[in-house]
């Protein structure tokens, strides 16, 4: 089995800074895309942003030039740089990771638990 476990959401004032960490673990054979979503109620979950194995990247508009999505490719980790926060960017964030089971080598794509962002003053 494969799990996605993240940390780091929080609460911060308008303009602060926040990292999230996604790290997988399990029977993982090669980790494909990683990304991070969000969702807001009522709201359907949208993409944040999205970086494949090679290192390319791609953001939603709302958030291009304040997040920055990076990855540790030993380690099977996502991570999500978030600054000048804005009240807009409160959600609950959701890591997805695109993975090949090293016991079986079904490709599936995992979901981690989700962490609450709120940016308030």
């Known amino acids: 089995q494969v799990q996605l476990v993240e940390s780091g959401g929080g609460l911060v004032q308008p303009g602060g800074s926040l990292r999230l960490s996604c790290a997988a673990s399990g029977s993982i054979f090669s980790t494909n895309a990683m990304g991070w979503y969000r969702q807001t109620p009522g709201a359907q979950r949208e993409l944040v942003a999205v970086?494949?194995?090679?290192?390319?990247?791609n953001y939603a508009d709302s958030v291009k030039g304040r997040f920055t999505i990076s990855r540790d490719n030993a380690k099977n980790t996502v991570y999500l740089q978030m600054s000048s926060l804005k009240p807009e960017d409160t959600a609950v964030y959701y890591c997805n990771a695109d993975i090949i089971s090293a016991r079986t080598r079904v490709r599936n794509v995992y979901w981690g638990q989700g962490t609450q962002v709120t940016v308030s003053s």
């Open positions: 970086i494949i194995s090679g290192g390319s990247t």
